[in-house]
Structures are given as structure tokens and as C-alpha cells.
């Protein structure tokens, strides 16, 4: 039942999340929007599907080992690897960032207060360029000032999102964890 309301949440996308993609800007500014309105299947929709797969890659080693089943229901609502297997990766993303966030407590609230500005791109390779945002978040009387930088690549005339460094750097950590365990 939980993975039907996730399919109707991403059918249900803004169209305006969806469009604003021209320019790598846009598209930084949109998925900055549907954080900020904790619209995590509208962040999914704008996400590269190389980098849905990537996040799907990182963990399917973790819940396919014995005893993982608790991290597997708590950040994707997956009881079992072949509920995990069966999620699209799309829906997958979005149940992992709701988990994500929710984890530390205030954070959802305090990424409605977001003022996200994408201030500008560089290239870094092939197609992908880096947006850099200055990101201001409310907390109580405290506003909490940061940049973020985030890669993009363009796929059918619409820039989409790549995973983070800090995501594709677990990754690597991960596996090299998971590599010594099996030795």
C-alpha cells in the first residue's frame, strides 16, 4: 500500500518542478524547491536515472546481507531484499531521502525555511558542471548560511541531478567495507 501512495505522489509531480530545467541553474533551483517543500518524489523526478541506479547500487550489497533487514525497512520501507529489489529507483530515491531527513530531528522543519540561491555553474567534465547555491536555513532566531555544491548533467534537453560526492564517496566506503568483510 505505501508503494502505491509513492507511485501516485510521482505521478502527481508540480509541473513546474518538472519544466523549470533549461539551464543547470533551473534545475538546481527546482530540485532546491522540492526539498524545501519536502516533495521528495518531485526531488526524485529530477534526479539523473544513472544516479537513481547508483544510489540503488550502493545499498543492495548492505540489505542483501544477513541481519540488514531493519536498515532496509527503515530507509526504503523495503521487509525483505526482493521488496527492496522490486522499488522502482525513482521511488527508491525519494524513500530515501524522506528517511534521510527525517532522521535528524528539526531538519524537515528547517528545510522549509530554505532560501536556496543557485548562484552560478563550472564544468567538470564531458557534460557534467558543478552548481554552486548558497543555502540559508532558519533555526528558532538563527539563520545558518552554507554553499552547496551539486553535479548536473543534461539528458533529453533538461538538466538533471547527479549524486553528491558525499553520496558517491559512501560508496566507495561501503564497498571497500563490504570487500574486506568477504575476505
Not at 519536502?38 to 529530477?46: G, I, T, V
Request: glycine residues 6%; proline residues 6%.
Amino acid at each position: 500500500m505505501r508503494r502505491l501512495l509513492w507511485i501516485a505522489a510521482l505521478l502527481l509531480v508540480p509541473a513546474s518542478f518538472a519544466a523549470a530545467q533549461a539551464t543547470p541553474e533551473e534545475a538546481a533551483a527546482a530540485f532546491g524547491a522540492a526539498l524545501k517543500a519536502n516533495d521528495w518524489p518531485a526531488a526524485a523526478r529530477l534526479m539523473h536515472p544513472q544516479a537513481l541506479q547508483q544510489l540503488r547500487g550502493m545499498f543492495e550489497p548492505l540489505i542483501a546481507m544477513p541481519g540488514m533487514e531493519q536498515l532496509g525497512d527503515r530507509l526504503f520501507g523495503a521487509h525483505s531484499q526482493a521488496e527492496f529489489a522490486a522499488i522502482p529507483d525513482t521511488i527508491l530515491f525519494a524513500s530515501f531521502l524522506r528517511a534521510s531527513l527525517s532522521q535528524q530531528p528539526g531538519l524537515t522543519d528547517a528545510m522549509r525555511t530554505a532560501v536556496i540561491s543557485p548562484l552560478g555553474h563550472i564544468a567538470a567534465g564531458g557534460d557534467t558542471v558543478l552548481v554552486v547555491s548558497r543555502v540559508a536555513i532558519s533555526i528558532d532566531s538563527l539563520t545558518i548560511t552554507q554553499f552547496d555544491v551539486m553535479p548536473f548533467v543534461p539528458l533529453d534537453g533538461r538538466w538533471r541531478g547527479l549524486l553528491k560526492a558525499d553520496f558517491t564517496n559512501m560508496a566507495k566506503l561501503l564497498e571497500r567495507s563490504l570487500n574486506a568483510r568477504r575476505s
